[in-house]
């Protein structure tokens, strides 16, 4: 999608264990966003980032951390994984934030908590 | 809660038929607002927006109107075909920090 990689597409983890999702985007975009998807809830965002080393919470941040080393890079980490973490999770980039072009996203990594 | 909403989670048509989307926005400062399309199994993609100094904007086949007064987006699908059978969410821009999205409309078209 339009220079988006989100890897793993797939993965099914254990309760209690860690878990890192990557998003790759090669269009030097400044922001990144991580949403998860749930049936009922639509588009939910965990976290975003404006820059290199800089980042804010979204609506359900809690259980989930990011880092951005690499303006090319956002990683999102479960620390703890859980059942209710069980989701869709989708990436995206924008050149200008929320205001402007909108976003594009990535193809999702399903995850499923065990 | 959410800002962002659609009036229907479903909304069936035949192919050729006009469709019509609808969403609410509660935040009146919003002042951009976008329309995407979600495949089965794909990321939501772009369609068409709006900038809040508007109130219709017109793409291919589509067309976005906007009544803040009502605070009330809908997108318009002419034509509608089977490949136009997806989720369409609207997502509202807040603060200039991210968009909101709402939840969701899937529409079903039949041949």
């Known amino acids: 999608d339009a220079g988006i990689t989100q890897s793993p597409r797939h993965k099914v983890t254990e309760t209690g264990t860690p878990v890192t999702l990557r998003c790759h985007q090669t269009e030097n975009h400044r922001y990144m966003y991580w949403y998860r998807q749930d049936p009922g809830h639509g588009l939910r965002l965990i976290h975003y980032s404006y820059g290199v080393k800089d980042t804010d919470k979204g609506e359900v941040s809690d259980g989930y951390s990011v880092s951005r080393s690499k303006t090319e890079d956002f990683l999102l980490t479960l620390e703890s994984a859980t059942s209710s973490q069980t989701s869709v999770y989708f990436c995206?980039?924008?050149?200008?934030?929320?205001?402007?072009?909108?976003?594009?996203f990535g193809s999702g990594t399903r995850l499923t908590v065990v | 809660g959410e800002s962002v909403g659609l009036h229907l989670p479903t909304l069936s048509v035949q192919e050729g038929d006009n469709s019509i989307i609808n969403c609410a926005y509660s935040n009146s400062a919003s002042d951009y607002f976008i329309w995407y399309k979600q495949e089965s199994g794909k990321g939501p993609q772009f369609i068409i927006d709006i900038r809040s100094n508007m109130d219709k904007r017109q793409g291919q086949r589509v067309t976005v109107l906007l009544n803040k007064t009502v605070k009330h987006l809908s997108l318009q699908i002419a034509a509608t075909q089977p490949g136009d059978s997806a989720v369409y969410f609207c997502?509202?821009?807040?603060?200039?920090?991210?968009?909101?999205f709402g939840k969701g409309t899937t529409l079903s078209v039949s041949s």
């Open positions: 995206a980039i924008s050149e200008s934030g929320g205001d402007g072009y909108g976003y594009t």
């Open positions: 997502a509202e821009n807040q603060a200039g920090t991210a968009l909101i």
